[in-house]
């Protein structure tokens, strides 16, 4: 039996934006437009872009007004021609053509990957115009974002599940027809979110709907396809990951990061020796490169819970627990059941085991004096550094059994938050 306790460490929680831009970046972007081209015509691209919305939209598709899709979507893969093979050619308002010989097809799937192509430039959307509000704070466009955000909120919940056969399997979707491309289409919404929150263009209330009906109703549509091994589950990483660091949410975080087919399992088997992607195709290697990329950028900028301790020390202390109630009771102790009976810290051999601040920042004698050395400061991913604790900070354990051939039993989390 082995029992495991870990020991995280999370810093204050971080102003918004910070899902990929935050402040510094976006001041830092409006600079560069100023002496590089490139830049500008990048940030010019996105202002063109809210300039002409939602008029772009209703042209491409020949909208008589300006709506969310009242249904799910379909699978792109559907729009081929049957007897050639080939992708379709699609002219609004409904027409869906084979550019081989000119027939027409009409009806489910050819309409419903039209409404799939509809969500996802929606989504899209969202993103440039909250990118534009940020750039120019030009208010319509962040409003404009919102309410892409807000009436998906309202309808998304609505959506059937279903899957590119019409039916509720485990990986089928709402907006879309399976898990893979709902969580493609949910990273361009959190980043909006994102973009938006600290900023007064949503109320609270707004706020409260949009996270609750949108990004975490759509979370746990993709949570319900535990796909494993696979380029699916690292883009169902991202996509609940963006919804995971956007809030704040340090469970959804830990299960992107560290789950049971989270992002360091991924990298650890779908990975090969030399680095290549283990389906063996160079499509397959930068279609999923692309998910992990974007979960790591998350992760760094996100800053979840960082280990700083891992410890299976309880396997060489001297004392069992049952041996621990033993010497106790056989003293006069009188427990009871439910008495709480504690360990004190317990470290292992390794510099990562030890068990407390005062024992990770040690950093030996000085032979000269052979007084202790100066505190070594913890190195944390956001470049900040720890000797002990500061306001805000918050302190997480964690333990847990396991052995070979049984169920691990969890014993949940002990957290704790500083406040001056």
Same mark, same amino acid.
Not at 5 to 25: C, G, I, R
Not at 114 to 133: G, K, Q
């Given at each position: 039996?082995?029992l495991v306790?870990?020991?995280?460490?999370s810093?204050p929680?971080?102003?918004?934006?910070h #899902?990929?831009?935050?402040?510094?970046?976006?001041?830092?972007?409006?600079?560069?437009?100023?002496?590089d081209?490139?830049?500008?015509?990048?940030?010019?691209?996105?202002k063109?872009?809210?300039? /002409?919305?939602?008029k772009?939209?209703?042209d491409?598709?020949?909208l008589?007004?300006?709506?969310i899709?009242?249904?799910g979507?379909?699978w792109?893969?559907?729009?081929?021609?049957?007897?050639? /093979?080939?992708?379709l050619?699609f002219?609004?308002?409904?027409?869906?053509?084979?550019?081989?010989?000119a027939?027409?097809f009409?009806?489910?799937?050819?309409?419903?990957?039209?409404?799939?192509?509809r969500?996802?430039?929606?989504?899209?959307?969202?993103?440039? #115009? *909250?990118?534009?509000?940020?750039?120019?704070?030009?208010?319509?466009?962040?409003?404009?974002? *919102?309410w892409?955000?807000?009436?998906y909120?309202?309808v998304?919940p609505?959506?059937?599940?279903?899957? +590119?056969?019409g039916?509720?399997?485990?990986?089928?979707?709402r907006?879309?027809?399976?898990?893979l491309?709902?969580?493609?289409?949910?990273i361009?919404?959190a980043?909006?979110y994102?973009?938006?929150?600290?900023?007064?263009v949503?109320?609270?209330?707004?706020?409260?709907?949009?996270?609750r009906?949108?990004?975490?109703?759509?979370?746990?549509?993709?949570r319900?396809?535990?796909?494993?091994?696979? !380029?699916w589950?690292?883009?169902?990483n991202?996509?609940?990951?963006?919804?995971?660091?956007?809030?704040n949410?340090?469970?959804?975080?830990?299960?992107?990061? !560290?789950?049971?087919s989270?992002?360091?399992f991924?990298?650890?088997?779908?990975v090969?020796?030399?680095?290549f992607?283990?389906? /063996?195709?160079?499509?397959?290697?930068?279609?999923?490169?692309?998910?992990?990329?974007?979960?790591?950028?998350?992760e760094?900028?996100g800053?979840?819970?960082?280990?700083?301790?891992?410890s +299976?020390?309880f +396997?060489?202390?001297?004392?069992?627990?049952?041996q621990?109630?033993?010497?106790?009771?056989?003293?006069?102790?009188?427990?009871?059941?439910?008495?709480l009976?504690?360990s004190?810290?317990?470290?292992?051999?390794?510099?990562?085991?030890?068990?407390?601040?005062?024992?990770?920042?040690?950093?030996?004698l000085?032979?000269?004096?052979?007084?202790?050395?100066?505190?070594?400061?913890?190195?944390?991913?956001?470049g900040?550094t720890?000797t002990?604790?500061?306001?805000?900070?918050?302190v997480?354990?964690?333990?847990?059994?396991?052995?070979?051939?049984?169920?691990?039993?969890?014993?949940?989390e002990?957290? /704790?938050?500083?406040v001056?």
């Amino acid at each position: 039996m082995r029992l495991v306790t870990l020991f995280l460490f999370s810093l204050p929680l971080l102003a918004q934006p910070h #899902l990929f831009l935050n402040e510094a970046d976006l001041e830092r972007i409006r600079l560069r437009t100023q002496s590089d081209s490139w830049a500008a015509s990048t940030v010019d691209s996105i202002k063109t872009f809210a300039a /002409g919305w939602p008029k772009s939209h209703t042209d491409k598709y020949a909208l008589a007004s300006y709506a969310i899709p009242d249904k799910g979507g379909q699978w792109g893969q559907h729009y081929v021609c049957p007897r050639h /093979g080939v992708s379709l050619t699609f002219a609004a308002p409904a027409t869906h053509r084979c550019p081989i010989d000119a027939a027409t097809f009409s009806g489910w799937p050819y309409e419903d990957v039209i409404v799939s192509r509809r969500h996802a430039d929606l989504a899209d959307a969202a993103r440039e #115009l *909250a990118l534009a509000f940020r750039f120019t704070g030009e208010r319509r466009y962040g409003e404009q974002a *919102a309410w892409i955000l807000t009436r998906y909120a309202e309808v998304y919940p609505t959506y059937a599940l279903h899957d +590119k056969d019409g039916r509720n399997t485990r990986s089928g979707a709402r907006a879309r027809a399976q898990t893979l491309d709902e969580a493609i289409w949910l990273i361009p919404l959190a980043w909006a979110y994102d973009l938006l929150s600290g900023t007064d263009v949503m109320t609270d209330e707004q706020r409260a709907k949009v996270e609750r009906d949108l990004l975490r109703a759509c979370v746990e549509t993709i949570r319900r396809n535990d796909a494993g091994i696979s !380029n699916w589950q690292s883009w169902h990483n991202a996509g609940v990951g963006a919804v995971a660091f956007a809030l704040n949410d340090e469970e959804l975080i830990e299960w992107v990061v !560290n789950g049971k087919s989270g992002f360091r399992f991924q990298m650890k088997n779908s990975v090969e020796g030399e680095g290549f992607w283990y389906e /063996g195709a160079w499509g397959y290697h930068y279609y999923a490169l692309d998910a992990l990329l974007q979960t790591a950028e998350m992760e760094k900028r996100g800053m979840g819970p960082h280990r700083i301790s891992r410890s +299976k020390a309880f +396997k060489e202390m001297y004392w069992t627990f049952a041996q621990m109630v033993t010497h106790h009771t056989s003293n006069g102790c009188n427990l009871q059941p439910g008495d709480l009976l504690a360990s004190g810290t317990v470290s292992g051999r390794g510099a990562d085991e030890r068990g407390c601040l005062l024992e990770l920042t040690w950093d030996g004698l000085d032979p000269t004096t052979g007084k202790p050395k100066p505190r070594k400061p913890i190195q944390l991913p956001s470049g900040e550094t720890r000797t002990f604790l500061q306001d805000g900070d918050t302190v997480i354990f964690k333990g847990y059994c396991e052995r070979d051939g049984y169920r691990r039993i969890g014993f949940g989390e002990c957290r /704790g938050r500083i406040v001056n």
